[in-house]
C-alpha cells in the first residue's frame, strides 16, 4: 500500500552518497544534472536500507522551496 502524503512536489532521483555518522545520515540524490541532499535519522535511512544506487524519491513541502531567478 502506497504512503499517502500532503506535500506534492516529488522528484524522481538516484542515491550517489550517503554519510552515516552517529544518529544523522546524509544523503544526495542526483536529479539529472542537480543535487538535492537530504538529512535524516540514522534510524530511518536504516529501516529504509538505504543505499547508493537506490532509485528514491525526493519529497519537497512547498512551504520550504526559495526560488532564485537569473
Known amino acids: 500500500m502506497a504512503t499517502k502524503l500532503s506535500a506534492r512536489n516529488k522528484i524522481e532521483g538516484k542515491i550517489v552518497e550517503l554519510e552515516v555518522d552517529g544518529v ?12 538535492i541532499e537530504s538529512v535524516t535519522t540514522r ?3 536504516e529501516e529504509m ?4 544506487g ?17
Not at 544523522?24 to 543535487?35: D, E, F, I
Not at 536500507?49 to 547508493?52: A, D, G, I, T, W
Request: proline share 0%; hydrophobic share 45%; charged share 25%.
Open 49 to 52: 536500507k538505504l543505499k547508493v
Open 24 to 35: 544523522m545520515a546524509h544523503v544526495t540524490v542526483q536529479v539529472g544534472k542537480n543535487m
Open 43 to 45: 534510524r530511518s535511512a
Open 54 to 70: 537506490d532509485r528514491v524519491q525526493a519529497v519537497i513541502k512547498s512551504t520550504e522551496v526559495m526560488l532564485q531567478k537569473g
